[in-house]
């Protein structure tokens, strides 16, 4: 009867990331991940769809009327408390805002960045 000497998974781990190529698929794998992960929104109507609310939904969660809220989702522009609102409203509990800069992908917290702003 053979043997098998116990490896921890970090051993492990370290052993295949060893060979050549490995530890570059891996950060692959796990870019393309992270991209099929996210639901690009290519405005508020989508946010307000994924939540499974209508306009009319989300206006009376506003206080506001729907027609307020059609406006606002064909906005080219707005206030960043306007988007807060719009986005708590929905029930987004995590809203971020992502940038590049000079290769780096920088995180900011929206709720954090609106108490700054309204001080």
Do not use: C, W
Request: net charge neutral; hydrophobic share 40%; aromatic share 2%.
């Amino acid at each position: 009867m053979v043997r098998k000497t116990f490896r921890k998974g970090n051993d492990r781990l370290d052993h295949i990331l060893a060979k050549p190529g490995m530890t570059e698929r891996v950060a692959e794998i796990r870019e393309a991940s992270a991209r099929e992960d996210r639901i690009y929104a290519l405005n508020l109507a989508t946010i307000r769809k994924a939540a499974e609310l209508t306009q009319d939904d989300l206006a009376q969660r506003l206080g506001i009327d729907q027609s307020v809220v059609s406006k606002t989702e064909r906005r080219e522009d707005m206030l960043l408390s306007t988007l807060m609102d719009y986005l708590s409203a929905a029930g987004v509990e995590d809203a971020k805002m992502v940038v590049h800069v000079n290769g780096r992908e920088i995180e900011l917290d929206l709720r954090s960045l609106q108490h700054h702003v309204r001080g």
